[in-house]
């Protein structure tokens, strides 16, 4: 962790205790707040599930310009009505220190950070100083890259300014373009398991709409989280997904939320933080043997083209020279990692093998 040390947090921006009879919190809601109908709609269908906090973007960081921003600081009496008709506690996100001074003044209850604001330690800095002494609640997603060290950056810059009711949120990671994962996002559990690591007090929720990035994937995602000991989800709901404005393909209904909150399974709490920690290696190994698998496809494809230059320049396949060097720098870089050197040296002489067999049916 960073030279500060964590103040002790005094609350939560969620309950002390999650609605009965579940045994984490559920925040759930739209992605974005586009008009009166769609958050009432939303909000009522919600009811049966006695959500914890409901949320909707008032405005939409969107990657390229001309999509829909949101619909600003008009949304925020829409969410004053909704929290007056249905005793919800709401939550927005804001981008900017004039959305947080506008939440302020409109009340909101809690606030969070997105994935985008994170990644700026400037932006994060001028939003902590308008929030400075007011102790507002805070949840705070994780960057867009895999930075433990700038997470925990953003969480110490709104401790500094007296804020100490801060939850995280785990959204994963935009994967590299070379990656195939099956999900939107990346769902690098590693470093969530390293951010608890670190600030065990802080509870970490979460987000399986942004992981999954489609509706048919969230219980499964859902459930690997409340497995990896999540105290809490954050789930988008819209009344009708397909009219969504925002990420409508990771959006449920509330009766489709209903359904994928029914059957999530809750493990036995005896064993469990040996038991979490067992599960965490594992999907963190799953998830190195992934990238291993990928990156193995990827260097087949440069030895391809490699192939390629060879044949037009009439050179020979086999270049014999060029592998014992490589093959000397690679095992020399193991042996000071700690790898046994005759193990990446059997490995590297088959990706080799592989590289020249792939080589050669091309010159067929």
């Not at 994962?181 to 929720?205: M, S, T």
Request: contains cysteine; hydrophobic residues 40%.
């Amino acid at each position: 962790m960073n030279e500060q040390s964590a103040p002790s947090p005094k609350s939560s921006p969620l309950p002390e205790e999650p609605t009965e009879p579940r045994s984490y919190r559920l925040i759930a809601g739209p992605c974005s707040a586009e008009s009166r109908e769609q958050l009432l709609a939303t909000a009522e269908g919600l009811q049966p599930l006695r959500i914890d906090l409901f949320r909707a973007g008032i405005w939409k960081p969107r990657t390229k310009p001309g999509g829909f921003e949101g619909v600003g600081s008009e949304g925020f009496s829409w969410l004053a009505e909704i929290k007056e008709k249905f005793g919800y506690r709401t939550t927005t996100e804001v981008c900017t220190c004039k959305h947080a001074e506008a939440a302020l003044e409109a009340g909101v209850d809690v606030l969070w950070i997105g994935a985008r604001t994170s990644t700026n330690p400037h932006s994060v800095q001028e939003i902590a100083e308008v929030l400075r002494g007011s102790n507002t609640p805070l949840m705070i997603k994780n960057p867009m890259c895999p930075d433990l060290q700038l997470w925990i950056g953003t969480i110490e810059r709104f401790w500094q300014v007296g804020i100490t009711d801060i939850s995280a949120i785990f959204r994963g990671f935009p994967p590299p373009p070379a990656i195939k994962v099956d999900y939107r996002n990346a769902p690098y559990w590693g470093v969530a398991f390293e951010f608890q690591n670190e600030l065990p007090d802080i509870p970490l929720i979460c987000d399986p709409s942004h992981i999954a990035g489609r509706r048919e994937a969230i219980q499964a995602v859902s459930q690997k989280a409340l497995d990896l000991g999540f105290q809490g989800l954050m789930v988008e709901s819209h009344i009708n997904p397909a009219s969504a404005r925002t990420d409508a393909h990771q959006q449920v209904t509330p009766s489709d939320l209903k359904a994928i909150i029914d059957n999530l399974v809750i493990r036995s709490k005896t064993n469990r933080v040996d038991d979490i920690r067992l599960v965490s290696y594992r999907a963190t190994l799953a998830e190195m043997d992934n990238l291993l698998i990928s990156n193995l496809a990827q260097r087949m494809v440069i030895a391809t083209r490699i192939g390629e230059l060879k044949k037009r320049a009439d050179i020979p396949v086999l270049q014999e020279a060029q592998f014992e060097a490589n093959l000397a720098e690679c095992t020399s870089w193991a042996e000071s990692l700690g790898l046994d050197p005759s193990f990446v040296k059997k490995l590297m002489t088959l990706i080799h093998e592989e590289s020249v067999r792939i080589q050669h049916n091309n010159r067929k």
